[in-house]
């Protein structure tokens, strides 16, 4: 196949200040988790190199010990040690023709600082509004001060050109120092560095200036600039002081280029919008008119995984750069795909922030339709390319849904010969529902792109529609490996992590009782007020609730969690999610459970009503003194969205007829996903993806090791106690 | 011929084609199906008939099940397929004078072949998804002086009888041949069966015979045969594009003109 000629015009180069990009494709800096395992990190951003992207961006990097992130990972430009890691990482991207770019980073009053315990500055005293739990402040900078944090920007400079970058970008979004100068919320000042626009913009124009003259005749410097902050009244709007700074800028030839973003750091789920609020290029609206206003290319973006939009956008004068983050990790080839015109092998980003949620819990990043995001290096995996088995065998793979497809799928790739069975006449399993909730759409990418992959592959077999397999069958078959993929269900009575006991008199055959699966399947809410039980924290018990309200049911959720839908705060949908939630009129109510459900009254315990105290309750038995309180709610109908329930019987009656398996010539039967342990997607593809990688191993049901990247005792430390800090009071260093 | 006490022998006509679901060319100098140009299948309705064979045969043990081809060489693959979903045996009729044959030819092969066989029902799809056809069933009935069960919807096989029922205009009629007899069913029957691992290799050991037109004692070149001559080919004129409504509040409304318009509603 060929490249689509509509498409040429992503395949041109583009230059910005001393460097050409060899096309139009941007890998927008994001954070990973990873950068303190360089293997790891260097191969997961030079991955994207290899599959095309001009310009690869590490994530956020911070350029000094006043702004550490930790608790979160960060890449950080402080001393030689980091010079070392990224240049392993600089090296990586070259080595496959990309541009390597780093994000210099100072968020000083946002900055939580756990590992440096140093004090930050900024344009004022004041707490973080972002972590107002962490009890974060920034000092007041005097000009001094301020020349000092010039400095610091200038010396990770230096230190990103000895690492081997080719562009140092900016940052000066997620509510980063620069922008707290332009904002009037974080700048109180009244002096010449606050007050007025030119005042507050003052920061952020010395500091690009500086860099310009400290690097900028060898690397670019570039901005990733908010545009709009979406954020309250007090906001950088795009259509006033958004478009007017980059204008101001532009005048002072100091910027290469500008990516353009919205939303500040509390509202990072603005920039990284989930497709359950946002679509494909929403912001264009907060952007359209800022590549108008300046002489240097533009990146926007979008989460675009269509080239024909991409074009669009290009053509529309939106920007010059396509930017993206999510999609390049969901699928580092995308530029390769589209140059070779394989547009329906993007293994599409379904936009479920799946990988925000990980970094938000100070994790790895991990992606759901790319299980080898972060295993590039630790596990040898690549996106693209699995290798083939050594000894390719007949594999059976009960079971169509995320884990199974992705089984199938992999196992194909490496050259089995598998036949993939299901009884529903369409592949996804449970996904196949999930796609269809309100606002999941985009979820079904996750079914689309392996079924297209599938149907390549001929050497599966995809058997739908056909009756569920009994052990008998299973044995009867001639497989010489069984994968079980079975899935799970919402458990009909009320199982949840608060209790882990059926609730009294629940049961979802009754009529006002209802389970996901059944809602999905039509069967009707009764009228009048329902609550939905939510153990799980995640999108389903939304989706539920949204049903429930929007068919004119009163609807409240009762979860035992601190928040509601708690795991969306890790998603960056909690806001948006109780916007909506606010919207729709759905209340919630938080750290209860329910005990029974009678005529029409749920009764509810509160988490709390014990003592704190601890007593001495009988002679010699300590203890709590128990509270009895019930809370008592009207109910018309109960969703119940506790805990799912693995579908693992078949497995086990497997396991009781273990002697017959070698009669059976079955060399082994492994199971995966949810019939396992009921997980997020994410986890069932990945556990797809390994069995189908690691097959011929011994113990396929058990993952083999993989290379784990820490200080190994012994080595040289950078610094060394004793080392002197590097200087940056005093005056500018350029 | 077999008694009627006997179990049955059931010949089961089928045919390999190129993938429906895939692209599929003909060549325009020959008016022939382009082979090279698809994946090779079991012929869809024809998959229907065996799944019926086979599921009667399992239910009475001692019948055979004989898949039959008249075919290239390469038809032996879906022959493997007959053989995997559960034939019990397969006859290959392949010639190269039988190139392009004819479907007066074919049918004449093909009784050939059954009266060969001694089958007590011949069963096939009422037409092959590459061809369309729709007459080799009434052709063999004809060259065998056998009654004829044809577009069979369901279908019963019993007691020295074939009967089903058969969808019309104006109602469904139930029809009944008695054996031996040709019958052909349609599409609304089921799939045949996924076949498994261990029938895919059991289906390696069953026997194919491979005959040829002679063997058959017909003679390929019998000027006095009737032969259809084919006029004209041509490709598949190539689609119009599509039409975007992009949705300016009225993208419902433009939705139900457009279907109103093509008479889709
Ligand atoms: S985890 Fe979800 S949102 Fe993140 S890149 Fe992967 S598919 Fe996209």
Redesign the interface.
């Known amino acids: 196949m060929s490249r689509d000629p509509r498409h040429d015009l992503l395949f041109e180069p583009v230059t910005f200040g001393p460097k050409t990009t060899r096309n139009r494709f941007w890998a927008t800096s994001h954070s990973s988790g990873y950068p303190d395992r360089p293997g790891t990190h260097a191969s997961f951003r030079a991955m994207k190199a290899e599959g095309g992207w001009g310009v690869v961006n590490t994530g956020f990097c911070s350029i000094h010990p006043e702004s550490d992130e930790y608790p979160w990972t960060s890449s950080r430009l402080w001393d030689e040690g980091d010079v070392i890691n990224l240049g392993h990482l600089t090296e990586e991207i070259h080595k496959h023709g990309g541009l390597a770019g780093v994000q210099l980073w100072y968020n000083g009053m946002h900055s939580p600082r756990y590992e440096s315990r140093e004090s930050a500055r900024g344009p004022s005293g004041l707490p973080s509004n972002v972590f107002p739990e962490r009890n974060v402040y920034a000092a007041w900078a005097s000009e001094d001060d301020i020349k000092a944090l010039i400095n610091m920007y200038v010396l990770a400079a230096y230190r990103a050109e000895e690492a081997g970058f080719d562009l140092v970008e900016v940052s000066g979004g997620d509510t980063t120092v620069p922008l707290q100068f332009l904002e009037t919320r974080y700048n109180k000042r009244t002096d010449r560095y606050g007050g007025s626009f030119e005042n507050r913009a003052r920061f952020y124009v010395e500091l690009m200036t500086a860099l310009k003259k400290a690097v900028g005749d060898r690397l670019a410097v570039t901005t990733r600039f908010e545009v709009d902050t979406i954020n309250g009244d007090h906001r950088i709007k795009h259509f006033e002081e958004g478009l007017g700074f980059m204008e101001l800028m532009n005048k002072e030839g100091i910027v290469d280029l500008w990516s353009i973003k919205i939303g500040d750091y509390e509202e990072w789920g603005e920039d990284a919008g989930s497709s359950r609020f946002r679509k494909p290029n929403w912001a264009a609206p907060f952007v359209a008119g800022a590549r108008d206003l300046v002489d240097v290319p533009v990146v926007s973006n979008g989460r675009f995984t269509s080239p024909d939009d991409m074009v669009t956008a290009i053509k529309a004068g939106q920007c010059d750069l396509i930017g993206a983050a999510r999609p390049s990790i969901a699928d580092p080839f995308i530029p390769n795909k589209i140059a070779e015109g394989r547009v329906d092998e993007i293994r599409e980003c379904i936009g479920c922030n799946m990988c925000v949620s990980r970094m938000q819990q100070q994790a790895l990043m991990y992606c759901t339709q790319n299980p080898t995001t972060g295993e590039e290096y630790r596990r040898g995996w690549h996106p693209e390319e699995t290798g083939t088995s050594p000894s390719p065998s007949?594999v059976?793979v009960v079971g169509a849904g995320p884990a199974g497809m992705e089984a199938a799928l992999t196992l194909a790739r490496r050259g089995h010969?598998v036949?993939l069975?299901d009884s529903a006449e369409a592949l996804g399993g449970h996904w196949r529902a999930v796609a269809r909730y309100p606002r999941c759409s985009e979820y079904g990418r996750l079914i689309t792109y392996r079924e297209v992959m599938l149907e390549k592959h001929?050497n599966v077999?995809v058997?739908l529609g056909?009756p569920a397999m009994s052990a008998q069958e299973v044995l009867?078959?001639?497989?010489?490996k069984v994968i079980l993929a079975t899935g799970s269900h919402w458990s009909p009575v009320g199982l949840g992590p608060e209790t882990h006991e059926p609730l009294e008199n629940v049961h979802a055959d009754l009529p006002n009782v209802l389970t996901p699966e059944q809602v999905s399947a039509g069967k009707p809410i009764p009228e009048g007020k329902v609550v939905v039980l939510d153990g799980d924290g995640h999108f389903t018990g939304f989706a539920m609730a949204e049903i429930a309200a929007d068919l004119g049911r009163e609807t409240t959720i009762v979860t035992n969690t601190h928040d509601v839908f708690e795991y969306s705060k890790f998603t960056m949908e909690m806001p948006n999610n109780k916007r909506a939630m606010y919207e729709k009129g759905i209340t919630f109510l938080r750290n209860h459970w329910a005990t029974g459900y009678a005529g029409n009254v749920l009764r509810l315990f509160y988490l709390y009503r014990d003592t704190a105290g601890l007593y001495e309750t009988a002679p010699g038995q300590w203890g709590r003194r128990f509270g009895d309180d019930v809370v008592e709610l009207e109910c018309d109908a109960l969703i119940l969205t506790t805990s799912r329930v693995p579908d693992d019987s078949l497995y086990w009656e497997l396991i009781e007829r273990k002697g017959e398996w070698a009669e059976a010539e079955i060399d082994g039967v492994y199971r995966i996903g949810d019939c396992v342990q009921p997980r997020h997607a994410m986890d069932a593809i990945f556990e797809g993806h390994r069995v189908g990688m690691e097959l011929e191993s011994p113990d396929p049901q058990r993952p083999l090791p993989f290379i784990r990247e820490r200080q190994i005792w012994g080595a040289p430390t950078i610094p060394q106690l004793g080392d002197q800090r590097p200087v940056v009071e005093g005056e500018l260093l350029v | 011929m077999s008694s009627l006490s006997e179990p049955l022998r059931i010949a089961v006509l089928v045919k390999e084609v190129p993938d429906t679901y895939g692209e599929r060319h003909l060549d325009l100098e020959t008016g022939l199906v382009d082979r090279a140009a698809s994946d090779a299948v079991l012929d869809e309705i024809g998959g229907r008939a065996l799944e019926a064979a086979v599921s009667h045969a399992e239910a009475n043990a001692g019948t055979e099940v004989v898949a039959l081809t008249v075919g290239p060489e390469s038809a032996a693959e879906a022959l493997r397929e007959a053989l995997a979903i559960g034939a019990d045996r397969a006859v290959h009729v392949t010639d190269p004078q039988l190139g392009g044959a004819d479907l007066g030819l074919t049918a004449e092969v093909l009784a050939a072949a059954v009266e060969r066989l001694d089958a007590d029902l011949v069963l096939a799809g009422n037409q092959s998804t590459d061809g369309l056809g729709g007459v080799i069933p009434a052709m063999l009935a004809e060259l065998l002086g056998r009654p004829q069960a044809t577009n069979l919807d369901a279908i019963g096989i019993g007691a020295g009888e074939v009967c089903g029922t058969r969808a019309s205009d104006h109602g469904t009629m139930v029809v009944r041949a008695s054996l031996p007899a040709v019958a052909s069913i349609t599409d609304r029957l089921p799939d045949p069966r996924f076949p498994s691992f261990k029938s895919t290799s059991a289906a390696k050991k069953k026997p194919i015979e491979t005959l040829a037109a002679a063997d058959l004692g017909v003679a390929v070149e019998d000027p006095a045969a009737p032969r259809s001559i084919l006029i004209s080919v041509a490709a598949r004129p190539p689609r119009a594009g599509g039409m975007k409504i992009d949705d300016e509040g009225d993208g419902g409304t433009r939705i139900a003109e457009f279907l109103a318009q093509n008479r889709l509603v």
């Open positions: 007949a059976l010969e036949h069975r001929k077999s058997q056909v009867d078959y001639g497989a010489e």
